[in-house]
Structure formats: structure tokens, C-alpha cells
């Protein structure tokens, strides 16, 4: 082939990190397709894409090289060198030969990151060497160290430095690497560097850096290197590739761009020739060698199989009492599958951490996923849901036709999830330890901002365009294609605007591209031998508390792949409240066992009913308000049902208006079949979980339960090929047990869309147990569950006022924070009051050092007596003039009597003559006359009193210190007022879309005033309301307006568009105005038209009575008009003159009755349809017809 044929040994893809535009599959596609043998990846410092890449090259035919393109620092690794003229790295283009070259460089990329970060991750050459066995070395690209120093000038240097890598990679190991995309630097050392391999006997090799997949593709790729640097293309001072040649070329012009260097090309066929990577792993592998499962030593010499069973039926006797033949037959199989499978040690290795945990006084979650439907868990204390009385299957957890590791998912107290983690570590070794990568991709409309910023244009087209993208469904964004066929504006625009279109192709040449790297949330992995033996590692930062992580470069995929124990510890918020609720209690002398409270109690039952959800996990979400009143739950499978069916596929099929009919009796429970009533009797004749399909399996057409589990699979994968081998066998079972083979074929046409809906039973039990467990807290001790809630959310700025106001509604006082009553954080008031008292922590400037000496003071010696008894009691070391001013100024001294004004101005007048009198007594400076005690110096606090501030700037200070009003609000006099003039409080804006259009109002609580490039003033500013904050950015369109409203303290009202680009929702203001608090706003002129419509299989009577119900509950100036939509059109219904707001919370409640397009405010038109027809349910016979 040599003459003919060409690799490629210098590629980039998507997971060179806003650098590489080529997705692997479209890169191997392309050299399959022309007959390329051989195919390297050499991503930047990271080997994130390497295991994809040898899958997909080995599927595809085409020998995988996996290689790196290394920064090597100019020394020592370890060395960091400041400032920006230094020397930071140098590049270097590294393949693996084989197995022995694979494995080192698994290793060199770890201590890049690991050891060697600064800027970039960097090896150097001593680190080379030592790992160079089994790799081959090319002299890399511009920036690699050869072509500088032949830039430079520095010939001889420059050969001093390639044989010295010459030596480090050995004998016929290392290339000079020549690349031509006809930059005037590579042509200029191009003879030197032909001059440089002939010199000193180096081979050389052609590359092309190839950084996207086709010539077409550099325009994308450009935009994606201007979103890297944050610039736009026409920004002179970036980064650019000066060339559209970056691309994987075919063999024919690679061959003619080196047409006089035959042997550079022919070199890429010799590479490839002498690397022989052979990966094995997973199925390629024994059974008994798939998993890297770290060993469990049973105490006493006993094998893992005999200790799980003794560990299991000692549990098992707790759990149940006295083991019925049914609870011992169940254990028998679990135990019987779980030791054929080798997985013992497993099972062993989770009931050890879960032991530590919980005798570590960490509370543990009840169990997540499909664990929870195993006997043997819940016996070893792993799971806290007895899978028996819940009908859930241990098969749908561990299935012996499926060999793949147990998933057991585990949920910990947020704040001590790294408690359980470092327990891991200390006893199988930190090396053998680490947490998952997980990557963020560039999506839909967040590309096309970024399109359209990049390429120049206004914001506002790019606001444009995303104003018209449809609305994500429930959370889930919809890709371009989809969206360019949803919404007929959005299509319109692409057709008819060739910015438009611009935007949009660039957009979608882009998405789906990885953007970052960052820590998965729950995923932490195990090895039986240290980790870098498996993949390679790196520091990765975690969002949650910017602290680093060493995580694994390869995503939760690729761990699983290689077998290697791969686990979730989720840290959950809700166990932290459920934890400090308990402990709240315990201090009023109340021990409750939580984990067994009644699951029928009738309270729980009312407070969900009314909706009053806020605080409850899983059900506080105003979506999920709706349905839990559409379904009125009375039981906890109610519960269940909830967290399965509020999920896009069960709304789209309006499965949870089904139930709810169901449930209350407005449609008749069916069966397709008698013999399933059984099965389906609990969720009312639907099948809403993954579970009841398998039940129906085994039921009807004899399938065992493992072969119903692949089922199930195959039906959750859409596997195509096995679905038809199971419809077969599935109505070949129904006739062999007397079923018409008509009702099998239904039934297998009900079954089969089934995973687009189908929920895990396990799962939805688990977190329907802590809903309702916190639904109980709230109902019985609503003052110890909001200090709870309040405390998990005390540092966030967005939450903490919404709980605030949630204890406002319910009736609980929050009072400021107090020397002598407040904890460390929120907690009730002792007195036992409908009343929440703030923690010292949450005051500014206040350390947890100062709060526990001073709570420390008042348990030693009761309550403070006055100012000067504080000062003298709490250690001066702490008591700074900041600590006491802050104090002051947050009202922790207000039930002491004084006045915060006058206290802050004359303190020093008392705390500086007791404080010198503390450090005296610390010296040893007793009086020459007195005995051995000094007496203390004489305060009188008269000089304390005064007067107070003014209230405007009390509630002011107050707020600097603890970032909320507490004792009042400048709101709470006018909120109705504020409420007549606005669309929704600003907590609601949640619940909308990107580019939706909203009223609020409320106060500037900061303000930010920048200028753009052109010298024109606009503002940033934080509008506050007493649910919640939001920031809003005022251009200098709308600044100029009005600077003046947009001032610390001032009311306001900001008429805005939603902008989700950026990590927090913000507000683009396209009016500001002062709210009229004399009266009530006099009606608008309505700016739009409500659309609402009625899909026919949606069309009942209990429907019809709950849309009238909800378009009623919300008079407003907007038109209605509500549609029938069935399979001969679509015609308008009467609704009469009804007017209403089209706030969020009504759009959301008309899409989870009605779907989750079937409500939106559409531009008003002259005048709406003539309406055909009275708004009532449609006839039977046209339920399918229109």
C-alpha cells in the first residue's frame, strides 16, 4: 500500500476542549471511506476520547492509534515560573505502540495533570523517560520545541534537542514531524527541518494537524476557537487557524502536498505498521476477568459468599422477625444469583460503607434505583424499602442474562458525602480512589448565541432567534433539527433570512460538541489495583464548591467498560433537613424514628392535596404542585405514581390525566385482560412501571423473570433486532397458555412505546419514601423542618428568600439573630413559638470561630446579661471592632434593650476598656495591693443609649449584614399593590423559557453601571422581591430612559426577556418603570393572545370542568381562545369574553393538563377565529376523529 495510501497521526477532536471540532465517529467514517488503514487520535494533554475512539475505529475497520499531543515543560515539571513572558510548555506528539506503551502513557498523562499542572498539563523529559517503553515519538507541530528553536535561529540547538529525544524514545522510535497548510512558518522550516532528519539520521513523517473532519468545517471551527476566547471573528488580537487545511485530507493530497518527500508519507504506513494496541476488556474477557472489583476480607478465614449469607439472615431476622418460607425462598434465589455471578464481594464491599456511614452518624437515604428491589439490600441495611411489600423485582436490579456489575446507588447527608468517600480511600488506598469526569456540550440555543455573537451580529438576533426556539420540556432542550420543525416561526426564519440561516447551520455544525470537563455529581469509582493501571487521571474542578477533584478522564461509560467498580454517592440536601429536623426535635426532648413513621397519615395526605408542597422533595416544583392537586394523592403509592409520571414521556401521553381520571372515578378502571388486574389494579389498569411489563411477561406468556428483564431492556433500547425475536416469542407464550393470539399482539403494541414512559418501580418507591417522609416533617413540626430548610439553603441567595417567604405564608415569624438565643444556624426558639430564629453564622463578617465561642459563653454561664457582660465573657481574641459592629448592626443585641444606633457609635466606649482589662489579666498585671484576683473595671452603660436610625437605613445595614430584610421589608406594605401590576413573583421565572417575555417588580438591591465598547452606559442590577432575586441587565437603549429608577433601595418594575445563556437565569430589561402603590394598575391593553389546545383523546368531562376551573382562577387582559385538536383539524371553541394573566403558573398548569405544547401567548392578531362551538367535552364518536 505503501505509494498509495496515508495515516493520520496528528488528530484533534471534540475532546481537545473548544479546540477540536472533529466528532470520532465522523472522522473514522471518513477515513474508512477512503481506505485509510490506520487512524491516530492525539487530543490535547488528555486522553478523554481515547476508549470511544478505539471502539469506534475497531467497529469501523480501521486500526486505532491512541496517542496524545503532550505539553512538555521547558525543566522540571514541577517548576512554575511566573508571569505570561515565561516559557510555559512546548508540544510533543506521542503515539502508543502497544499494550506496554498504552499503559505508560496512561501514566504520563496522570502526572501531567496530576503533578505537573501549570496553565496546561505538562510532563517533562525526566518523566519521559522513565515512561518512554512501547511509545513512539514525533517532534510535533509549530509549537513544539524543535520547530521554535529552528524559528529562533538555533540550528544546532535545535538538533542537540531532537537527538536528545532520539535517545529518550529509542532506535527507530522518533520522527521529525513536518506538516504544510501553507503557513509561511511551516514553509520556511521545512528545509530545515529535511535538512535537520538527514543530518543527524532522523526519519521523517508527514502530518496535518487536523483539528475538524471537512474543509466545510473550518468556519465552524473558527467560531468555536472565538467562543474559547470569548472573542468574535473579526477580533484581530485572538487566535486563529490563518488556513482552511486542518481537516483529515485523502491520501492523494496529502501525497501531493508532500509530492517531493515521498518517504514522510510512506513513514504514516510504517507507524501504523508498528502499532499493534490490542485492548481487552468486558466482553472480550472471562467472566471470572471482566470486573476489577477491589478484595473484601471477611473476618475469621470465611469465604465472601458464606459471610454475606450470615450478614443477610441476621439482617433479615431484624427486618421481618421470623422468616416465612416465602421471605427464606426469596433470599435463597438472590443469594444463588448473586455468588454465581462472583458479585458477593460486592455486595460485601456496599455494606461496609453503608455500615460505616450510618455508625458515623451520617444519615443515609432509603435507596435509589432499581437496588432497592432486592430482599438482600434491604436485609443488609442498604436499602430501607421492603421490596416484598412493594411488589419490586430482584430481577429488574441483578439479572443472570445480563452480566454487568449491580448499580446500587446511594444517597448521604450533602454536607458528609466526602466523609464516606475518604473512608474509601483510607481502606482500599487514595490511589485506587477516584471520582467520575462527566462533560457539558454546547446545545441548541446556547449555540446559536454563541453563533450569532461570534459572527457579529446584534444580540438581539441571536435573542431573536432563541425567542422563537419551543420550550424545553421539562428541562430537556429540544435539539435544532426538532426545533426547526416545531416551531413554524423558527423554520420560517431559517427559509426566508440568510443571517438567520447563517446563525443556524453554524449553530448546528456546532452542537453537541463537548464544551467542558467537570465532576460528576455522584459517580466515584474503585479499582483493585491503583486506577492509572486502567485510564488516565486528572484534576477536574466541582461546581459545587470550586474545590479539585481527582477524577478519571474517561466518563462513566468507558469506567463501566472496563469493569472497574463504578458507584453513586449522591449527597442530598433533603437528608441534611431531614437530619437537622431530628436533631431540632431531640433538643425539645421529641425522639421520632422517621424511617418508621405511618405512611397513611391523614395530614401528610391534606397538606399535599392543597398543593402546599414548598420544601417537600420532589414535589415543590410548580409543575409538579399541579399535578399532585389534579391527582389528590390519599396513599402512598400516590406518591410513587407522582415521581414516575411528571417526566416528558408520561406527560406527552397524557398518562397522568388517565390516572387521575382513574383514581377519582370520572373514567372507568380497565384491564386489557382479567388476568392482569392483579398486575395493574394499583396504578388503575395503566401501566406506569418498567416492573408491570416484566410481571406481564411472566404472566401471560411464560417468560421467566430474567428473560423478562431483557425484555424490558430491549424495549428500553429500542433494539430493533431483539424486539422482533421477543414479539414472536411473547405471542408464541400467550397461545401456549390459551390467550388469543390477538390480545398478545395488542398487548405487545401497548408494551412496545412503553420505554418511552415506563418508569423503575424501585426508584420511584425510594424517592416517594423521602418525599413523603419530609411531607410528614412539614406537616407535624413545620418550625424544626423551615429552620432546617432554611439553614440547607443559607448561602443561597436565590432560595434563602424564597424559604423566608414560605415561612411568611405559613405563618412562622423569622426573627433576626440574637446573642442569647440564636445556634450556629436557624433553628426554632426555645420558647416553642411559631418562630424560626436566625443563626449567628449568617451575619457578615461573623467567622464560626467567634459564633462558637460566644455560643460556648452562654452555655457555660447562661444568658449575657448586658453589652458589657458580653464583652467581658466571650474571648476578646474574637471579638473584633468588625465582629461586634456587624453584630450590632444584624439586631443580635435588640432584645438586650438597646438601640443599634447608638450601641454601633458608642461601643468602643465599653469594649476597648474591658478588652484592655482581658489582656492585662492574660499578662499576669494583678494589682500590687489586691489579692490574687483583680476586680473589675467599673462600666457604665448609660453611654450606650440613644437614639435609633431611621427605618429606611435599619432594614438597610440590616440587610448588608445578613443579605435579607428580616425585621421587615420595604415590600411587605405594598405587595398586593406590586402583585396587581406584575405577571408573577420573581421565583415563578423558573418556570419559563428562554426569550419569554415577563413583567416583575420589587427592589434594586445592587447595582453594577459599566459602558460598552462605543462609550454608552448601561446598568446591572439585582431586583429583589420577597420570594426571590434575580439579576437584570439594562442596555443603554433602556438605561437612558431611565438611570434614574435604577438605584439601591428604589421600587421598580422591569418588563424583561428570560436569557438562560449563562449558569444563572437573567432578566434583559426592555422597560423600567415606577409601580403605581396609590391604587391598582388600570387594565392594560392586552399584548398578546392565549392559545390553548385541546388534543381529542384529552377531551373529557373531568378535563374540560379543570381547564374552566384554572382559566378562571387566573382574570386578566388577555383574549382566550382554546382548540380542539383531533384528526380532521383544528376548530376554535367558545369560551365567551374571558380574560385572563398568562403568568407561568397558569402555562404550566394548562401544559401538564393538556400537554407540553398546549398552551403559548401568540402575537394578537386583528381578531381571533369565530368560534364554532361551546367549550365542552368532545362526543365519543369523535375522540378519534376530531
Same mark, same amino acid.
Given at each position: ?48 476520547? =481515547? ?80 515512561? %518512554? ?109 490563518? !488556513? ?22 510512506? =513513514?504514516?504506513?510504517?507507524?501504523? $505498521? ?28 470465611? /469465604? ?106 446511594? $444517597? ?170 431530628? %436533631? ?138 431483539? @424486539? ?105 426558639? =426555645? ?33 449575657? !446579661?448586658?453589652?458589657? $457582660? ?8 474574637? @471579638? ?14 435588640? !432584645? ?91 421565583? $415563578? ?47 443603554? !437603549? ?70 374552566? /376551573? ?77
Amino acid at each position: 500500500m505503501t505509494g498509495k495510501s496515508f495515516v493520520h497521526l496528528h488528530t484533534h477532536t471534540e475532546y481537545s476542549l473548544l479546540d477540536g471540532a472533529a466528532r470520532i465517529d465522523a472522522l473514522v467514517r471518513r477515513a474508512a471511506g477512503f481506505g485509510m488503514p490506520a487512524l491516530a487520535v492525539t487530543d490535547h494533554g488528555a486522553m478523554f476520547g =481515547a476508549l470511544g475512539f478505539y471502539e469506534s475505529a475497531t467497529a469501523a475497520g480501521v486500526k486505532p492509534i491512541i496517542g496524545v499531543e503532550a505539553y512538555v515543560a521547558p525543566s522540571s515539571r514541577f517548576e512554575r515560573a511566573p508571569g505570561e513572558s515565561e516559557e510555559k510548555y512546548r508540544h510533543l506528539t506521542i503515539l502508543a505502540r502497544d499494550e506496554v506503551g498504552y499503559r505508560n502513557l496512561l501514566k504520563l498523562v496522570s502526572d501531567a495533570h496530576l503533578e505537573g499542572f501549570y496553565h496546561r498539563p505538562r510532563i517533562d523529559k525526566e518523566l519521559l523517560a522513565e515512561r %518512554a517503553a512501547g511509545l513512539i515519538g514525533l517532534s510535533g507541530c509549530l509549537a513544539s520545541e524543535v520547530s521554535q528553536l529552528l524559528l529562533s535561529g538555533q540550528t544546532a540547538k535545535a538538533a542537540e534537542t531532537a537527538a536528545a529525544y532520539r535517545d529518550v524514545f529509542g532506535p527507530g522510535a522518533f520522527y521529525l514531524e513536518l506538516q504544510d497548510h501553507g503557513l509561511p512558518e511551516q514553509r520556511r522550516i521545512l528545509p530545515e527541518l529535511v535538512e535537520l532528519g538527514r543530518r543527524i539520521g532522523l526519519p521523517l513523517v508527514a502530518t496535518n494537524d487536523l483539528h475538524y473532519t471537512e474543509r466545510e468545517d473550518a468556519k465552524p471551527h473558527d467560531v468555536l476557537l472565538c467562543i474559547q476566547q470569548q472573542k468574535v471573528q473579526t477580533d484581530t488580537n485572538r487566535l486563529r487557524f490563518d !488556513s482552511d487545511q486542518f481537516y483529515l485530507k485523502t491520501a492523494q493530497e496529502m501525497r501531493e502536498t508532500f509530492h517531493d518527500l515521498p518517504e514522510a508519507c510512506d =513513514a504514516t504506513l510504517e507507524i501504523a $505498521d508498528m502499532c499493534d494496541l490490542r485492548l481487552v476488556y468486558g466482553d472480550a474477557l472471562p467472566p471470572d476477568q471482566r470486573f476489577h472489583v477491589p478484595r473484601f476480607e471477611p473476618p475469621d478465614g470465611m /469465604d465472601r459468599d458464606a459471610y454475606l449469607r450470615r450478614l443477610v439472615e441476621e439482617g433479615a431476622r431484624v427486618r421481618y422477625g421470623e422468616l416465612t418460607p416465602e421471605i427464606r425462598e426469596r433470599i435463597d434465589h438472590e443469594l444463588s444469583v448473586i455468588a454465581s455471578m462472583g458479585f458477593s464481594g460486592y455486595f460485601l464491599i456496599v455494606w461496609d460503607l453503608i455500615r460505616f456511614a450510618r455508625e458515623s452518624g451520617i444519615r443515609v437515604g432509603p435507596g435509589r434505583g432499581s437496588a432497592a428491589g432486592s430482599v438482600v439490600s434491604y436485609a443488609l441495611r442498604i436499602t430501607d424499602l421492603d421490596p416484598l411489600r412493594y411488589g419490586l423485582i430482584f430481577e429488574r436490579f441483578l439479572n443472570p442474562g445480563r452480566l454487568q456489575m449491580p448499580d446500587i446507588d446511594m $444517597d448521604f447527608d450533602e454536607r458528609r458525602r466526602d466523609e464516606v468517600i475518604r473512608y474509601v480511600a483510607r481502606k482500599y488506598g487514595s490511589d485506587h480512589v477516584a471520582q467520575i469526569i462527566t462533560f457539558q456540550t454546547i446545545k441548541g440555543k446556547q449555540g446559536i448565541r454563541d453563533a450569532a455573537r461570534v459572527l457579529g451580529f446584534p444580540a438581539s438576533v441571536g435573542d431573536r432567534l432563541c425567542k422563537m426556539y419551543p420550550p424545553a420540556v421539562l428541562g430537556r432542550e429540544h435539539p435544532i433539527d426538532e426545533a426547526l420543525r416545531l416551531s413554524p416561526e423558527l423554520g420560517a426564519a431559517y427559509e426566508a433570512e440568510p443571517e438567520a440561516r447563517e446563525i443556524v447551520d453554524t449553530a448546528r455544525a456546532l452542537e453537541g460538541l463537548r464544551r467542558e470537563d467537570s465532576v460528576h455529581a455522584a459517580g466515584v469509582v474503585i479499582g483493585d489495583a491503583p486506577l492509572v493501571n486502567y485510564l488516565p487521571l486528572k484534576l477536574s474542578k466541582d461546581s459545587r464548591d470550586d474545590s479539585r477533584r481527582i477524577v478519571t478522564q474517561f466518563d462513566m461509560h468507558g469506567v463501566e467498560k472496563l469493569g472497574l467498580l463504578k458507584m453513586d454517592f449522591l449527597g442530598l440536601r433533603n437528608l441534611s433537613v431531614i437530619e437537622d429536623t431530628l %436533631a431540632h426535635l431531640r433538643r425539645r426532648g421529641i425522639e421520632l424514628d422517621v424511617d418508621h413513621v405511618p405512611l397513611d397519615d391523614p395530614a401528610v395526605y391534606e397538606m399535599l392535596g392543597r398543593g402546599d408542597t414548598t420544601g417537600v422533595f420532589q414535589l415543590e416544583g410548580a409543575g409538579m404542585r399541579s399535578l399532585i392537586k389534579q391527582l389528590a394523592p390519599d396513599r402512598f403509592e400516590d406518591l410513587m405514581a407522582l415521581v414516575a409520571l411528571y417526566r416528558p414521556g408520561p406527560l406527552n401521553a397524557g398518562m397522568h390525566v388517565e390516572y387521575a381520571e382513574r383514581k377519582h372515578g370520572r373514567k372507568p378502571v380497565t384491564y386489557p385482560h382479567p388476568d392482569l388486574e392483579d398486575i395493574l389494579a394499583g396504578t388503575y389498569g395503566i401501566m406506569v412501571y418498567q416492573e408491570q411489563v416484566m410481571q406481564i411477561a411472566v404472566r401471560m406468556a411464560g417468560y421467566s423473570m430474567a428473560e423478562a428483564d431483557m425484555l424490558r431492556q430491549a424495549m428500553g433500547k429500542k433494539i430493533r433486532e431483539k @424486539l422482533m425475536v421477543h414479539r414472536e416469542k411473547f405471542i408464541q407464550g400467550c397461545r401456549d397458555n390459551g390467550y388469543p393470539e390477538r390480545l398478545a399482539r395488542d398487548l405487545f403494541e401497548l408494551m412496545e412505546p412503553f420505554a418511552d414512559y415506563g418508569f423503575n418501580a424501585s426508584h420511584a418507591c425510594a424517592y416517594g419514601y423521602v418525599a413523603y417522609q419530609t411531607a410528614y416533617l412539614k406537616a407535624h413540626h413545620p418550625v424544626e423542618y423551615m429552620s432546617a430548610i432554611l439553614t440547607s439553603v443559607k448561602d443561597d441567595k436565590d432560595r434563602k428568600p424564597f424559604y423566608l417567604n414560605a415561612c411568611r405564608l405559613m405563618g412562622l415569624e423569622v426573627l433576626p439573630p440574637d446573642v442569647n438565643e440564636s445556634e450556629l444556624d436557624f433553628a426554632p426558639v =426555645a420558647s416553642g413559638e411559631p418562630r424560626i430564629r436566625y443563626g449567628l453564622s449568617a451575619v457578615r463578617n461573623v467567622g464560626a470561630g467567634a459564633v462558637h465561642q460566644i455560643i460556648d459563653a452562654r452555655r457555660a454561664k447562661g444568658g449575657f !446579661s448586658g453589652f458589657a $457582660d458580653f464583652c467581658r465573657r466571650v474571648d476578646p481574641g474574637v @471579638l473584633t471592632k468588625k465582629v461586634l459592629e456587624s453584630l450590632i448592626l444584624s439586631g443580635a443585641f435588640d !432584645s438586650l434593650g438597646y438601640a443599634r444606633k447608638a450601641l454601633l457609635e458608642n461601643q468602643e466606649k465599653v469594649s476597648a476598656p474591658i478588652a484592655s482589662e482581658r489582656k492585662a489579666e492574660a499578662a499576669g498585671q494583678f494589682s500590687l495591693f489586691g489579692g490574687g484576683e483583680r476586680a473589675a473595671t467599673e462600666i457604665d452603660e448609660g453611654v450606650l443609649s440613644g437614639g435609633e436610625f431611621d427605618k429606611r437605613t435599619l432594614l438597610r445595614l440590616e440587610k448588608e449584614m445578613l443579605g435579607q430584610f428580616v425585621t421587615d421589608h420595604p415590600l411587605l406594605g405594598i405587595k398586593e399593590a406590586l402583585a396587581a401590576q406584575t405577571d408573577m413573583e420573581i421565583a $415563578d421565572l423558573a418556570n419559563l423559557g428562554d426569550g419569554d417575555l415577563v413583567r416583575v417588580g420589587g427592589i434594586v438591591a445592587a447595582v453594577a453601571r459599566r459602558f460598552t465598547r462605543k462609550g454608552e452606559p448601561f446598568a446591572m442590577f439585582r431586583l429583589e422581591d420577597l420570594a426571590g432575586g434575580v439579576s437584570v441587565i439594562a442596555f443603554p !437603549s433602556v438605561h437612558e430612559q431611565v438611570p434614574h429608577l435604577i438605584e439601591v433601595d428604589a421600587i421598580v418594575l422591569v418588563k424583561g426577556r428570560i436569557d438562560l445563556r449563562g449558569r444563572e437565569l437573567q432578566l434583559r430589561a426592555v422597560e423600567i418603570s415606577e409601580p403605581e402603590l396609590g391604587a391598582r394598575r388600570p387594565p392594560a391593553r392586552p399584548e398578546g393572545l392565549l392559545v390553548v389546545e385541546v388534543p381529542a383523546a384529552a377531551c373529557t368531562n373531568g378535563v374540560i370542568a379543570k381547564l374552566k /376551573d384554572l382559566l378562571s382562577a387566573h382574570p386578566g387582559t388577555t383574549p382566550v381562545q382554546v382548540r380542539f385538536v383531533g384528526s380532521q383539524g383544528i376548530r376554535p371553541l367558545e369560551v365567551g369574553a374571558l380574560r385572563v394573566q398568562p403568568a407561568a403558573g397558569l402555562l404550566s398548569e394548562l401544559r401538564l393538563l393538556l400537554g407540553p405544547q398546549a398552551a403559548r401567548v401568540e402575537p394578537l392578531a386583528a381578531g381571533p377565529e369565530a368560534p364554532v362551538r361551546a367549550l365542552e367535552p368532545a362526543p365519543a364518536t369523535s375522540a378519534g376523529g376530531g
